[in-house]
């Protein structure tokens, strides 16, 4: 019926209520709701316009019956489209949904327009909601519907990945995910099937419509989404791999092969089939080969020739089938032979099976669930924790990638495997095998939403594994240390224990970078890890470079668990060099010195202040880091009186007092001054003496050593102390300590700087065996220990002390201090000259002189007499330094330029020309070579030097045998001492000159040498 015919009042009715009926449908679609719930809204809207046209009897002109066509024809579009997508699967609808709401917004326009005509024939009419009418159809008009950004971003990023032909499992199975999770199916199996099914029927409908390019498309979908895990049935693709697999049974072991029917070749490109298609000849070929023959123009049979009456083609379904069941038993054939060759034992024919699943996986990937379904990744995963070959290891790695990429399945079955434990290990290995491990590993980190939590949990918790990665991490090959650097970072954000982990494998900046920018809560056990881990000199430079100091002050500021752990590890940091002088720089010295002695503070921290000062004075540093953070030296007499005062706190433990000393001993080496502060202004001898009475025997060393310093400043209080029972016990103790080179080096220079004059101690010392202990020590000590040893031994060789000189040299000292002579430090050489000086003094009273006689018959001594002390001599009688062959060495040391040396020499050389035997002492000076080297030192030596070896020249100038060997050297170098006016006031001109008179005296020539001499 014509739409004249029908009354304007009918029309309208029928209308209304097709506006109401699609309003009402298209709120109830789910998919881009919003869009159709806004046309669903306008279309509600426009009931009332329609009523009021009803109500005011509308006008029956050619203009309104038109423009009530078009609003109905629109309608009608409208509520097509709604029913067009209220029935469509999720999956499809999301694919399209630009598509969808593209069409929502030109329908919704288009209704708007026609409403618009409307209005305008019916100006009068509706003039009482003419503003109602114009903003509706103008909203309607102007309306911009927008998909969703999530779902254009699902949409883009899978048209993105057809684009680029990316067909792999793991973008499947993510895209599956997304869209899934964008619609709310279930990704499971069945559901995914159901949604599959519908793709490929929208597919078949548009190939009807003859819609190429939706259904390359949709085809591209399928293809794509086929391949994710969840669009197969395990127990489905389970058994349809054991029906082929029953099927090849009846072919020979070695087949690996089955040759393709004829059929299943495309008749135009003669290649194998993928979608055969049947033209109406019955003639088959491959889809997109008869539709490029098609749209050349041609319209005959690729194979018969004859003309094609009609050109749509029909899928072959039977044919697509039997050519997918033989490329399947050509599967399952590889398979079996793959599994044989593993099994062989042969490495050349596991890397070949190896190969072959390579080539399966890449051909289809429904390979990667029948290599697994026949046991194949078992045996790899066995193959790999048995097999010695890097080569096959490293194959089987990546073979094992390849079966897990993107296959949640095979990737829960290597975890749960022994595979793990095997992969773990060969991240150690050589880098080619290293590589293929990590890569693998970090696949199997990954889900389909991002990293597996849980496994990245398990992996966190292997130390080995940490440990290996950090290796590559800092390892040479590229690719290794960026794929172990986002694993490690990774690992970090799940479980923070893992960057301690990390650190005690050796890789420090996270550790750091918690520590510094991260809140206290990580800090603390980040700073415990540096308290923990062993750190050689080298990292922990590192670390404080890195500025892990700062946050550490900041911390010592704050709770206690805080502050005990930051000190204990500033500790640490302070056995570096370079951080002591970062320390100092910001500032950690005075906050340090604040908390050690504060009132009421724990021992702990106590403890570990103490170990910080300890440090920052070790390795003769001294002061030197005693300042504040602008650099000015902190007042040390308040710290060095508050370390002596911590060892009077009656509850003061070991473990406080025992850093406070070493502290107290770094500061008082630095310098003297310190060392007087500390004895007068705190009283330190008083208060460190009963130190050597204490139990633990680290605080006895420390004090024997504080006390050695000490005692340079007030030696009497420490006698005292000594001589009271069993004190001197524990000091020869200290010198018999081989095992603590300090500490005898410190208790034989606290013997040395005691006062000489007590002869009680000496003896006492004797009869402690004192000087077998020093002499020990002589043998075995340290050059400093050593050296302070010669000194102790001074008080023994005291010429007044017969007694003790004699006991000495019975013990053997004398080859000692000669081999001292040759071979010791020029301390030690000054230090061993001055005591055979020593000895030498008692010489003359100990020589035995033999009596003269007259009478023929009395045979002469068969002992030849001393030439220098005119008797018998020995070492052990006499002390004789000519007996104990000395001299050599002693003149050896008038050569050396050393002024201390010489000058010992010099003086010991004097004990030879003492009164009553010059004339024979200068003759063995002589003979030995010495006086010239003795005449040398004054145009070199200090002043010192000059004037003892003027005295040994007078000595010597007494003999008149002397003056003519050396008198013309020696008066050049006199007169040059003397100068023009010999009666000077200085001692070393008075006895230059004096000298010169004695060579003048026994001068061949009376002639003076310097006019004004004598007269």
Known sequence: MALELIPIGTILAVLTNQVIKTALAAKDVLFEKESFKVLSKHLFDIEPVLKELQLQELNDSQAARLALESLEADVKKANNL???????????????????????????????KSLAALSLANTEVLSR???????????MQRVEFETSHSQLQIVDKLNQGLKDQKLDQGFANDMLEEIARAVGVPVEPSQISKELASFRREKEEAANRKERAEVLFLEQIIELLSRADAARDYEEVKKQYLQRFQVIERYDEREENIRPLNSFYCRISETLMVDPVSLCTGTTCERAAIEAWLDSGKRTDPETG???????????LPLRQSIEEWR??????????????????????????????????????????????????????SILGSSHNKDVKRKILITLKDVVEGHARNKEKVLESPGWDHIIPCLGRDSSISKAAVELLYELLQERSGWN????????????????????????????????????????????????????????????????????SSRIPMVRTIVNTELVDLNLKLLGEEGVIPPLLDMASRSFESKELALSALVKLSG??????????????????????SPSVRSIIVVKCSEILEKLCSEDDGIKFFVDEKGTQLELEPIITNLLALQQKPNSSHNVRRPALNALLGICRFEAGLVKKAVLTANGVSLVLPLLDDSDSEIREIAINLLFLFSQQEPEGVVEYLLKPRRLEALVGFLENDDKGDVQMAAAGLLANLPKSERSLTMKLI???????????????????KENALNA??????????????????RGVYPMLVNFLRAGSETAKALAAALIGNLSTSSPKLTAVTKSTSCWCFQPSRHPLCPAHGGICSVTASFCLLEANALPDLVRLLHGGVHETAYEAIRTLSTLVMEGSSQRGATVLHDFEAIKPILETLTWGEDYLKEEALGLLEKVFVSREMVEHYGSTARLLLVGMTGRNVHEEGRQGRKAAKILALLERYSRSSTCLVPGLFG
């Not at 499809?92 to 069409?103: A, D, H």
């Not at 590889?334 to 699943?357: C, P, T, Y």
């Not at 370079?578 to 002695?597: C, D, T």
């Open 767 to 785: 009869e402690l065996d004192g000087i077998d202990a020093i002499l020990n020590i002589l043998r075995t000590g340290t050059k400093e220990a």
């Open 453 to 520: 939590v849980s496994v990245c949990g398990k992996l966190s918790q292997q130390c080995s594994a940490i440990l290996f990665l950090v290796t590559l991490l800092k390892g040479p090959v590229r690719e290794s240390a960026e794929i172990a650097e986002r694993i490690l970072m990774n690992l970090f954000e799940i479980n923070e224990e893992t960057i301690s982990r990390a650190a005690k494998a050796g890789w420090y900046k996270p550790l750091i970078d918690r520590i510094v920018q991260g809140p206290e």
């Open 129 to 139: 909601i003419s503003d109602q009418v114009d903003r509706l159809q103008n909203e």
């Open 793 to 810: 031994l001074f008080r023994f060789s005291d010429p007044t002390n017969l007694g003790s000189q004699r006991i000495l040299v019975e």
């Open 328 to 381: 399947e038993l050509n599967y399952c054939l590889k398979i079996r032979s793959s599994k044989a060759k593993l099994l062989s034992g042969m490495d050349s024919s596991v890397e070949e099976a190896l190969s072959q699943m390579q080539d399966l996986m890449k051909e289809s990937s429904i390979n990667k669930d029948w290599i697994s379904v026949g046991g194949l990744t078992d045996i790899i995963i």
């Open 576 to 597: 570096c060099h370079a951080n002591k002088e970062l320390i100092a720089a910001a500032g950690g010295v005075p906050l340090v010195l604040k908390l050690m002695f």
């Open 306 to 316: 004859e003309v094609l009456e009609d050109i749509s083609l029909r899928s072959n």
């Open 82 to 112: 709604v029913e067009k997508y209220k029935s469509r699967a999720p999956f499809y609808l999301l694919v399209k949904c630009r598509t969808i709401v593209k069409e929502v917004q030109e329908v919704t326009r288009d209704i708007g």
